[in-house]
């Protein structure tokens, strides 16, 4: 499944560099708004973290490389990562194509590197997800609505 995730990554990155790109010729200066929408959106997930009743429990029939590689093509959270990352850090200095791709691919082995970390920690972090359920959501959602403070500043 994280090779698919690896690929999907890839796939979804690259077209959003170019979206992102055409985005903005298109918007010239009104790019860096895209932001503020970034930022609401990562309060929205600490809110939703904050107010989570319980795990989520896998399928693990479901996990495979096309289930991988659809997870991410499909991740809005994701996507909308990769056009915040674009607007704030690469379209303020550069609109060319080549900076949006060399952002992308750094993006690509900072994404699903930490899904692999999260993928080889995860039943010892299970475990203590479970046992701390509430101050853990509660530590996430505050970190969460901080990094989503920050982003508007920055």
């Not at 903005?24 to 009743?53: H, N, P, Q, R």
């Not at 289930?67 to 990769?82: C, P, R, Y």
């Not at 692999?116 to 995860?122: C, F, N, R």
Request: glycine share 6%.
């Amino acid at each position: 499944m994280w090779y698919g995730m690896l690929c999907g990554f890839l796939i979804s990155v690259t077209t959003v560099a170019i979206a992102t790109h055409l985005l903005g010729t298109v918007m010239g200066e009104y790019v860096v708004w895209l932001k503020y929408f970034g930022a609401a959106y990562i309060l929205w997930l600490s809110w939703k973290i904050f107010k989570s009743k319980g795990l989520a429990e896998n399928d693990a029939k479901t996990c495979s490389f096309t289930s991988g590689m659809i997870v991410q093509l499909t991740n809005a959270k994701m996507i909308l990562f990769d056009l915040t990352v674009f607007s704030i850090f690469v379209l303020p200095y550069s609109n060319r194509l080549v900076d949006l791709l060399v952002v992308s691919y750094i993006l690509t082995i900072a994404g699903p590197m930490a899904n692999l970390v999260w993928l080889l920690a995860g039943g010892w972090m299970r475990r203590w997800f479970t046992n701390f359920k509430k101050t853990t959501d509660t530590v996430m959602a505050v970190l969460l609505a901080l990094c989503a403070i920050a982003l508007c500043f920055a």
